[in-house]
């Protein structure tokens, strides 16, 4: 039986899974179509190319981001330090000159003795008998998989629990909320009392918002994406161009709820749901659009009790091909049914440059603890690489979608202070030793 690794696509996942597994001492095989075959997206035959923004985003220590960079350094991350290596001048954020960054991955691959690089398109039929030989596969190919890798992932997973499409609501923090204006109530108070929260328009707050909504600038459509519009995921902003009052009677209507400072019902209600099960986070029900993310913000804080809101996540409907990771994969990446196989990277459900990366690292060191006759480590919980790993596995009642590493995916510590500064540092302070503890784990 092999023991080879075979590592499908060289992004950020990929490149990270590559080096993980390599300079621990095990050999891999890189596969990368580019420039062979090329993406919509890509423009060049790099590892870790940059398709969108330059920025790795914060640098500061004391961010989730910051954290999130300081423990992958820690596992030995190849694109944190190059990214430095080449920075450009970004403020707080890192940024970096995209050709000499993605280059310099690209030759340090290329160039480490335990790392066979193949320039050409992986084909499901090349992974079933990769696997059937006992292989270890990670695939790493990211929002733009490749048509008959996408195919095969459905037909293993079950098209239910792979999504080509995100049409995601923007996530709010629940600690920003104004909870003076926001009431707790069920629709016809069916279920929890708590299950959801309601954000009570009068008539002249859902006037000014509609107006706002329907003037405000939408992002533009790529050359490979198409304005295909499921029923239930349509933009709010195309909801309202149809009618005024299309939303009232729609995705925000009031109907089963009593604003408890009128004792009446709302003239509408947008409604937060919770987005996992700390309720740390809150998703705005059916608020998915197509808005610029600078003026989407602006409109969504003109909602009653989301002035001083904290957006973790805006709302996107753009092509991203990814698993519903809680249903399909275990806590260290390797799908459940089906042994030997990992994915890594955007795939799992995590958005961005440097979570795809961090999970590229994770899945990396795992297949070399594999062949090393090790068990895989799941990272602690308090941890940056825990907070993602948990995101990956909630199993709450909601529709998974990707994100970014972000306050909300810490856990609250006990007895977590009330000023949300202090309970962030808390958070940081549970992160540091948790992390610790997990790399000591791995030594």
């Known amino acids: ?23 621990r001492g095990v ?41 999130l960079k300081t423990e992958m350094t820690a596992l030995g991350s190849l694109v944190i330090p190059t990214g430095q290596k080449h920075s450009v001048p970004g403020g707080s954020a890192l940024a970096v000159d995209r050709e000499n960054y993605a280059a310099e991955v690209t030759k340090t691959l290329e160039d480490h003795p335990l790392i066979t690089v193949k320039r050409e398109e992986f084909t499901p039929e090349m992974a079933q008998a990769h696997l059937a030989n006992g292989g270890q596969l990670a695939i790493c190919t990211g929002p733009l998989t490749t048509d008959p890798l996408s195919q095969w992932l459905a037909d293993l997973t079950g098209r239910k629990h792979l999504y080509f499409y995100d049409a995601v609501s923007p996530t709010v923090e629940a600690d920003s909320l104004d909870m003076d204006i926001i009431f707790a109530q069920s629709r016809y108070d069916k279920g929890g009392g708590d299950d959801y929260l309601n954000c009570p328009f009068n008539k002249e707050e859902y006037d000014a918002f509609v107006e706002a909504l329907v003037a405000a600038e939408q992002v533009p459509l790529k050359g490979f994406e198409k304005a295909i519009y499921f029923e239930g995921c349509k933009p709010i902003e195309e909801i309202a161009r149809k009618g005024h009052d299309s939303l009232r009677f729609g995705n925000f209507k009031p109907v089963g709820l009593t604003d408890p400072r009128t004792d009446r019902r709302p003239w509408a209600a947008l409604q937060l749901r919770p987005e996992n099960r700390e309720k740390t986070l809150y998703s705005l029900v059916a608020c998915q659009n197509r808005l610029k993310w600078g003026v989407q913000k602006e409109v969504l804080q003109m909602v009653p009790g989301l002035r001083d809101a904290e957006f973790v996540r805006l709302g996107v409907i753009h092509r991203n091909t990814y698993i519903e990771a809680p249903k399909a994969l275990t806590p260290w990446l390797e799908f459940r049914d089906h042994p030997g196989l990992f ?31 090790l068990e895989p480590a799941v990272p602690s919980r308090p941890s940056a690489y825990g907070s993602l790993v948990s995101h990956l596995q909630d199993e709450t009642e909601r529709d998974f979608a990707p994100m970014n590493i972000n306050w909300g995916l810490f856990p609250d510590p006990p007895d977590a202070p009330r000023k949300k500064d202090e309970r962030r540092q808390k958070k940081l302070d549970a992160a540091r030793v948790a992390f610790q503890s997990w790399k000591d784990q791995l030594t």
């Not at 080879?4 to 390599?22: L, P």
């Not at 459900?349 to 961090?358: F, K, L, R």
Request: proline share 5%.
């Open 1 to 23: 039986m092999s023991q080879e690794i075979i590592i499908v696509g060289a992004g950020f996942a990929g490149s990270e899974c590559a080096w993980a597994c390599a300079s």
């Open 27 to 67: 050999p891999v095989t890189l596969y990368e179509m580019r420039p062979v075959k090329m993406t919509p997206a890509h423009q060049t035959g790099h590892f870790s190319e940059l398709v969108c923004s330059n920025s790795f985003k914060s640098q500061d220590p004391d961010t989730p981001a910051g954290q």
């Open 343 to 373: 994915v890594a990277g955007q795939l799992t459900g995590v958005e961005g440059y440097v979570e795809s990366a961090a999970m590229g690292i994770y899945v990396g060191i795992t297949l070399a603890r594999r062949a090393q006759g």
